[in-house]
């Protein structure tokens, strides 16, 4: 769960930050994939120091390890495995978020901003 909310502080400040300077589609889109690239570089140490330890209390980290390596033999140490894994579907969930959000914002607005 602190992983979760640190990553997605991650993904929102810069993103709101931006948007408050420039209230355009364009600084909301720029806002936003900045905010997706902020939120997968943390998810690099995030997942070293809260993830993965918690993980490694109920399953050894080579079997983890082992799991990555099935998919690409290269990955030998945990930091291999977040570099190629994890920060790049980080990424890419933040980039969904962002087109998601592009899509129907415009729609919700009313609601967001009680004026309907």
Do not use: C, H, Q
Not at 43 to 56: C, D, H, T
Not at 73 to 90: E, G, H, Q, R, S
């Amino acid at each position: 769960e602190l992983s979760n909310f640190l990553l997605g502080a991650a993904f929102v400040l810069p993103a709101g930050i931006i948007y408050r300077v420039k209230k355009t589609r364009l600084g909301a889109l720029v806002g936003a994939l900045i905010g997706s690239a902020a939120m997968a570089l943390l998810s690099l140490p995030s997942n070293y120091f809260i993830v993965y330890p918690a993980y490694g209390l109920v399953m050894p980290m080579e079997a983890i390890l082992d799991m990555y390596r099935a998919i690409n033999p290269n990955v030998k140490t945990l930091w291999d495995a977040l570099i190629w894994f994890n920060m790049p579907f980080t990424f890419v969930k933040g980039l969904l978020s962002t087109a998601v959000t592009l899509l129907i914002y415009k729609r919700i607005s009313p609601l967001l901003k009680g004026t309907k």
